[in-house]
């Protein structure tokens, strides 16, 4: 495993030029996920491995009380391309993939979930994307989605109900804002992760209002799905603090607190969002 970021390398140096940065970056939060990084880190090591140019896998524990640091070191073992990110207390899912992006170094910045519901494999159509957008965000809601495993009837309920409300009043044209599967490229990544403040679910929202705002260009795309519903969101808790999420990023804009330019224009269209 690589070094955490935080801390300097004890490895040896070698005399040799160092190795080329990473062309991807692949974030992944995490709280309380050893079960499923069991299952999934090795899954994501052995893409980075095919995928025949430099990559680093980014992994932030969010202050996880299940041994989940534990399992990425042991995981990560003889892999130079894993990263561990630590925090020492459990801030939101959005505080752990801004940092994690943050630190991310490839040309490319995606992040996914820890549960792999959007296959890794699944990257190589945002990366696509990303030739003419700067932003490629994955949906499940759009046409050639293939969701081979959806969620329980409740949550998709609830899901199809707050995208309509996102669509109403913050960012009309896009289908699906809350699927955990999303690439950037890197310098549209820093200037919209640096300006997040959202720490919880929300922060999907917060990060595609700010792109928008800043003038880059969103691509939807339709991708493989296959729910888990082993999940962290607690839906009727999680639900009305996402909701007010939507209320504070317009206080946030109204307040200045995102230290946005006054005259840059926004982007004549949002590819495949039917703007």
């Known amino acids: 495993m690589g070094p955490q970021r935080d801390q300097p390398s004890t490895r040896d140096q070698p005399s ?12 992944v939060p995490a709280f309380n996920e050893a079960g ?42 003889g892999c130079e391309f894993v990263v561990l990110l630590q925090s ?58 293939d969701v081979q495993v959806r969620q329980p009837p409740l949550r998709g309920l609830a899901g199809r109900l707050f995208s309509r409300v996102v669509a109403l009043v913050l960012l009309p ?9 999303k690439a950037f490229r890197r310098a549209a990544a820093q200037e919209v992760f640096a ?10 929202v917060e990060i595609l209002w700010l792109a928008r705002r800043l003038g880059y260009r969103i691509a939807e795309v339709p991708i493989v799905w296959r729910d888990d519903p082993r999940t962290h969101v607690r ?16 206080l946030n804009a109204w307040a200045g607190r995102y230290a946005l330019p006054p005259d840059r224009p926004g982007p004549p269209g949002d590819s495949g969002s039917g703007r």
């Open 88 to 145: 020492a207390r459990n801030r939101g899912k959005g505080a752990s993939v801004r940092r994690g992006v943050l630190a991310a170094r490839g040309d490319h910045v995606l992040f996914t979930d820890a549960d792999l519901s959007a296959p890794i494999e699944e990257a190589a159509k945002l990366r696509g994307a990303l030739g003419g957008a700067e932003v490629a965000i994955g949906s499940r809601r759009i046409g050639g989605a």
């Open 36 to 77: 499923r990084l069991q299952r999934t880190l090795p899954r994501l090591i052995a893409y980075g491995r095919a995928l025949g140019e430099p990559v680093e896998i980014i992994v932030v524990d969010d202050g996880s009380a299940d041994g989940t640091g534990a399992v990425v070191r042991q995981l990560g073992k």
């Open 173 to 181: 044209g896009i289908r699906d804002t809350q699927c955990g599967f």
């Open 235 to 250: 839906l009727l808790r999680d639900s009305g603090g996402m909701l007010l999420d939507l209320v504070r990023v317009r």
């Open 195 to 204: 300006r997040q403040r959202l720490d919880g679910f929300g922060f999907d």
């Open 16 to 27: 040799t030029a160092p190795p080329p940065p990473p062309r991807l970056s692949i974030v």
